[in-house]
């Protein structure tokens, strides 16, 4: 080997370092929005450009200072699926479906109550049969065609086609499935078929209208593949999908076709959702001002984002509950009483102020405190050492051999392992304070760990069900439904964790399904909230409160329970900071 | 030369395809499955096998692997479901990112401690030695993730020189060329010292044991005593012999990098290989947690031929044919 060669090895790390970065820097792309190499793309993505641009022209912005400029929020995950209505159950991604890229059919004020959304009204059939939705007339996809009927009958009949898997099929229960459930009476007129029940608009705020001219030839089982999720949406709502680079950033542009009967154009230029995947780094992007928006710091963090002069913590009640669900299979589960006796051993309230450090509500059962259907007086088990011992005794566990752990008559320990999922220090603690409380009370607690994926294998499979406890949390929708959790004959379904029959429950789970008129509806719910203490299927931990840090250069920020993106189109920077 | 990087080559293929059928049977014997992570409340038993049956997860494992090797053979990869693309396309969509951040590391590290080691040397137990000694040492003992939030804290929290996460700032697009390039430096530095740092720390103490053993040769003496100055002498008869021991890390080093900065691509938020494949374990995403790691095996194989190859540059008497 010759020095000749040697500069020649050298000469080519030079040009591999060069193309390098300028691959990298292609991704980016500046002027023409990027399309993906994909024929889907390449084809819809050209007319987004101009339809943007048509409608950029027709519509001037305003002549105000607070439109322009781009926000930031910055979460820890990416939306999987996003903004593919038809399979995503991710919570980011839904909220971008009903508030940025997409429109539902009606939408939530701050109350709760339905309003005209992309229906402008609806009707209910006099004996709660159908409702029938009366479109706008001035919404267009972003690649320049009308909303209409059509696209909320294949939404509909998508998303109920088992086909398709849609998460959340429980929505269905008391809708007719598939094409007879739909009627298109004119382009902008669509009846949906149901059986009389409670809360029935409740889905049509939460699944947004898919483009049926775009995705109409897709079968329903290829959806989930399809690139429209993930690589080129195309919206109607207020926000035009801009490029997506996985794991890093989603970038959305202002609609200026966006009806100016809802609002017109959103206020801010760009809106800009970046993945931080480490909540100390996200920390410092906010107090840097480098993000506007951090979605759900820990309760650990909330007192440095207080103590910043230039963000605010934002505080809301939640749908979302963490508790520790029990496997009545299990013998040493199987009575009621023991399940009772455990909750009653575990200091919930003071865990609440350890681990959430008072950012959050002990739960009794899964209606959320601010909920209409909650019934504050109903009272809860509380912390009752000496009470569990007492219904322990009861059930026949009684500690014969004097080991500190109770035994049957056959002696058999009362022993109960609790399982949570690797990487989340707040369900790990809750194992172990319980272990630490319920060895109090005799029962003997073994904290397992074991990740998401095998976890939810183990507990979802109907003939595994390899747990006693496990840590876990659901986020309710509106419309509240728990058939699918305690009803006895759904007792095969992946979700029956505790295998529980009570005959009063599935009588009022049906019952709740199908009272229309809440006032009715509440004494119900009441009932219901009383045999939920009976039963502990959980032992119900807490509502955490939803926690965000918000920059105050970015103004007319509202958030609440339902969601961080409810009012986007409206937030705009603060003109003196830009 | 030539035909042995061929012989080379080829001698890597049965290595690489054993990784790989020890990757899939690993990744498939692990219990949790994929289903669990898409179905919610309400999916009926039902369809959840029905959901099985599509991917093809529950024919028997023999049969998953040889279509899974056969496809692969072709260079179909798969597709990979937690990303709705093909499989191909994520790993190409990650690479540049990691390949920047690894070459700007290893740039930084080899230069860096190159440089210190023999000043080290050539000033043994002098202030300056003990001194850069002490410093090295240090960092050498710091994990790379505390590092990297030290570093966060001190350069952009406190001073503002830095950028605190991401690939780019929010307003790249609209830049100019030659600001997306300043714009791209100022992101990459904080994690590129991150990694750099400990393996500067690494690669100086190998440069300082080599290089004092280099300068009690005969040949710098020799060249010391015709009356060369000291630059020359360090530069021309010393390094190059020094260096060989040296170049050994590279083929450790670089592999390191592609695969194992997945800390430092989570504190930076930078989308990486490493943040790519631990996700998809996660997701039990099979196509691409198998795709991925081949890659990352064949990546070893090829660091290791590189530093042999880099040998022969190095040391004249070493010769390949």
Redesign the interface.
């Known amino acids: 080997?010759t020095s000749h060669?040697?500069r020649t090895?050298a000469r080519f790390a030079v040009v591999?370092?060069l193309s390098?970065?300028s691959?990298?820097?292609g991704?980016?792309?500046?002027?023409p929005r990027p399309v993906p190499?994909v024929a889907f793309c390449q084809e819809v993505m050209p007319k987004v450009e101009a339809y943007v641009a048509r409608a950029r022209a027709e519509n001037p912005t305003p002549d105000d200072p607070r439109y322009g400029g781009?926000a930031?929020v910055g979460t820890i995950g990416?939306m999987?699926?996003g903004m593919?209505v038809a399979?995503s159950?991710d919570y980011s991604a839904r909220q971008h479906q009903q508030f940025v890229n997409l429109m539902t059919l009606i939408d939530y004020d701050e109350s709760v109550a339905p309003r005209p959304y992309l229906a402008e009204s609806w009707e209910v059939a006099e004996d709660n049969s159908s409702v029938t939705f009366h479109l706008r007339r001035d919404v267009y996809w972003h690649d320049g065609e009308q909303t209409d009927a059509h696209d909320v009958a294949f939404t509909y009949t998508t998303v109920t086609n088992?086909e398709t898997?849609f998460?959340?099929?429980?929505?269905w229960?008391h809708y007719v499935e598939g094409e007879a459930g739909v009627e298109i009476i004119d382009d902008f007129t669509v009846r949906i078929g149901m059986e009389p029940h409670s809360e029935f608009l409740d889905p049509f705020s939460s699944v947004a209208i898919l483009p049926e001219h775009l995705l109409g030839d897709v079968p329903s089982?290829e959806l989930?593949?399809?690139?429209y999720?993930?690589?080129c949406p195309v919206g109607n709502g207020p926000f035009v999908f801009w490029s997506h680079?996985?794991?890093?950033?989603w970038v959305f542009e202002a609609n200026p076709g966006f009806p100016q009967a809802l609002g017109g154009r959103p206020f801010l230029d760009?809106y800009?959702y970046?993945?931080?995947?480490?909540p100390?780094?996200l920390l410092?992007?906010l107090?840097?001002q480098?993000i506007d928006v951090y979605v759900t710091p820990p309760p650990d963090q909330a007192q440095r984002i207080i103590d910043d002069p230039n963000v605010d913590l934002r505080r809301f009640p939640f749908r979302n509950y963490v508790m520790v669900g029990w496997n009545a299979r299990r013998p040493q589960l199987a009575d009621a009483r023991v399940r009772r006796a455990i909750t009653m051993g575990t200091d919930r309230e003071s865990i609440v102020q350890a681990l959430l450090q008072g950012y959050g509500t002990v739960a009794d059962g899964s209606v959320p405190p601010f909920h209409w259907a909650y019934d504050p007086d109903v009272e809860g088990l509380s912390y009752d050492p000496e009470g569990a011992r007492a219904l322990l005794e009861e059930a026949g566990w009684a500690d014969r051999d004097g080991d500190g752990v109770r035994e049957d008559a056959n002696g058999d320990l009362l022993s109960i392992s609790i399982k949570y999922n690797t990487g989340n220090q707040q369900r790990q603690d809750i194992a172990e304070i319980m272990q630490a409380q319920l060895s109090e009370v005799g029962i003997d607690v073994v904290p397992q760990v074991v990740?998401?994926?095998?976890?939810?294998?183990?507990i979802?499979?109907?003939d595994l069900r390899d747990f006693d406890g496990v840590v876990i949390a659901w986020v309710a929708e509106f419309r509240l439904d728990d058939l699918?959790?305690f009803h006895s004959e759904r007792i095969?379904?992946?979700?029956a964790w505790s295998g529980t029959r009570n005959p009063e429950m599935d009588r009022l789970l049906v019952e709740l399904g199908r009272t229309v008129d809440r006032s009715e509806a509440r004494s119900l719910w009441s009932e219901y909230q009383k045999v939920l203490i009976e039963e502990q299927p959980y032992t119900f931990f807490y509502f955490p409160d939803r926690l965000d840090g918000v920059s105050r250069r970015l103004q007319g920020v509202e958030m609440d329970a339902r969601g961080e993106w409810v009012n986007v189109k409206d937030w705009y920077l603060d003109p003196a900071s830009r | 030369m030539g035909r042995y990087v061929l012989r080379r080559l080829a001698g890597a293929v049965p290595l690489v395809v054993g990784i790989a059928t020890l990757i899939f049977f690993l990744v498939h014997l692990?219990?949790?499955?994929?289903v669990?992570?898409?179905?919610?409340?309400?999916?009926?038993?039902e369809?959840?096998t029905q959901?099985i049956e599509?991917y093809g997860w529950d024919l028997p494992l023999p049969v998953q692997y040889v279509k899974w090797l056969s496809a692969m053979l072709t260079g179909d990869f798969g597709?990979s479901?937690?990303?709705?693309?093909p499989v191909r396309?994520?790993l190409l969509?990650?690479l540049?990112?990691t390949?920047?951040l690894s070459?700007?590391a290893l740039?930084v590290a080899f230069f860096f401690g190159i440089v210190l080691g023999t000043v080290q040397a050539i000033r043994q137990y002098s202030l300056l030695d003990s001194g850069l000694s002490v410093v090295l040492l240090f960092f050498y003992s710091m994990p790379s993730f505390w590092l990297a939030?030290m570093l966060?804290?001190t350069m952009?929290?406190t001073l503002?020189w830095f950028?605190?996460?991401?690939?780019?700032?929010?307003?790249?697009?609209?830049?100019g060329l030659g600001a997306?390039?300043v714009d791209?430096a100022r992101h990459l530095a904080l994690p590129t010292l991150s990694l750099a740092l400990v393996l500067t720390a690494g690669i100086a103490r190998y440069m300082r044991a080599s290089m004092l053993e280099v300068v009690r040769q005969d040949y710098v003496r020799t060249a010391h005593a015709k009356g060369l100055p000291e630059r020359v002498v360090v530069f021309k008869h010393a390094l190059r012999n020094a260096l060989i021991p040296v170049v050994t890390l590279v083929g450790l080093y670089l592999p390191f990098l592609f695969s194992g900065t997945v800390f430092i691509e989570?504190?930076?938020?930078w989308?990486g290989m490493g943040?790519?494949i631990v996700?998809a374990i996660?997701?039990?995403d099979y196509p691409l947690v198998m795709a991925g790691s081949f890659f990352f095996a064949m990546m070893v194989v090829l660091a290791n031929l590189l530093a042999d190859?880099?040998y022969?540059?190095?040391d004249?008497r070493?010769?390949y044919e």
């Open positions: 080997m060669s040697s090895v591999l370092v390098a970065v691959t990298a820097c991704g980016g792309g500046g002027g190499d781009t930031v990416e999987a699926d593919n399979v159950s088992p898997a998460p959340n099929a429980a929505f229960n089982a989930r593949e399809h690139p999720g993930m690589q680079s996985p794991q890093e950033r760009r800009v970046r993945i931080v995947p480490d100390t780094t410092a992007e107090l840097t480098n990740d998401w994926a095998t976890l939810l294998q183990q979802n499979t109907p699918d959790l095969d379904q992946p979700f | 692990a219990p949790g499955s994929p669990d992570l898409i179905i919610g409340p309400g999916v009926t038993r369809f959840r959901m599509t597709y479901f937690s990303q709705t693309r396309d994520v969509g990650y540049p990112n390949v920047v070459l700007a740039t939030l966060i804290l952009s929290l503002g950028p605190v996460s991401g690939t780019v700032s929010t307003d790249h697009e609209f830049l997306r390039i791209r989570t504190i930076f938020a989308p943040r790519a996700n996660g997701q039990r190859i880099l022969a540059v190095v004249p070493i010769r």
